[in-house]
């Protein structure tokens, strides 16, 4: 019994340092990167992680703030383009995603790093003592300089967004998507169901009585004089 309580103990401790492991930062970026947004949905570790950090008043300031640089959409604009986000989503069809959701549901140890942060008076103290953060005194008096609005006003002349709005005529991002749609890694598990070598056998049902091709025998060492 007490060898269950010890390995249950272990087991929550070393998920909720998972959960803890990145920080507002990490996770403002990740939510505002369309190739990567869903990614917390597909592992039940990094969802608690992605709720924890989201608990924390610092992570709504930074994509406040985010939400402020005309660089943010373009960024934003340029992985929707991207292929990533392709693969991103098609991890949805990956059976393996599912089986880790049905195992978190079974698992005590995933609803109690759940509820940690609810638990955690830390986080809340945090919300109470959000206005006098420096940060949040930072994105109110944003407003009031002049440099936001010249970079909204200079935006569009942007090398990054020109750019942009250059991509769909290059014939390099439509291989990219093609490429990355007829990649059977791609879809995970269902990927095998794309790859010609899964149906070497059945394409040639003589293969299994035709015997592989002998190797070559080594040449033989000169004899001693």
Do not use: C, H
Request: hydrophobic residues 50%; glycine residues 4%.
């Amino acid at each position: 019994m007490k060898m269950t309580t010890l390995a249950s103990a272990v087991a929550l401790a070393a998920l909720t340092q998972t959960a803890f492991a990145a920080g507002p930062e990490d996770t403002a970026a990740q939510l505002l990167d369309p190739a990567k947004a869903v990614q917390p949905m597909q592992d039940p570790k990094a969802a608690v992680q992605t709720m924890t950090n989201l608990m924390d008043p610092a992570t709504a300031m930074i994509m406040m703030q985010r939400g402020m640089d005309p660089a943010t959409y373009t960024r934003m604009a340029q992985s929707g383009m991207s292929p990533d986000i392709l693969k991103s989503y098609a991890a949805f069809l990956d059976p393996a995603m599912y089986a880790k959701w049905m195992s978190a549901g079974m698992d005590p140890n995933f609803y109690m790093a759940a509820m940690a942060p609810f638990m955690n008076p830390n986080m809340y103290m945090k919300w109470m003592m959000a206005p006098m953060d420096p940060r949040a005194w930072q994105m109110m008096m944003a407003p009031m300089n002049p440099n936001m609005y010249m970079n909204w006003a200079m935006a569009p002349m942007s090398p990054a967004n020109m750019n942009l709005m250059m991509a769909p005529l290059n014939p390099n991002l439509y291989g990219q998507w093609a490429g990355a749609a007829a990649n059977p890694a791609t879809y995970g598990a269902w990927g095998q169901f794309m790859n010609p070598a899964a149906y070497g056998n059945m394409a040639n049902p003589f293969a299994a009585f035709i015997p592989a091709p002998a190797a070559p025998a080594a040449p033989a060492a000169p004899a001693a004089k």
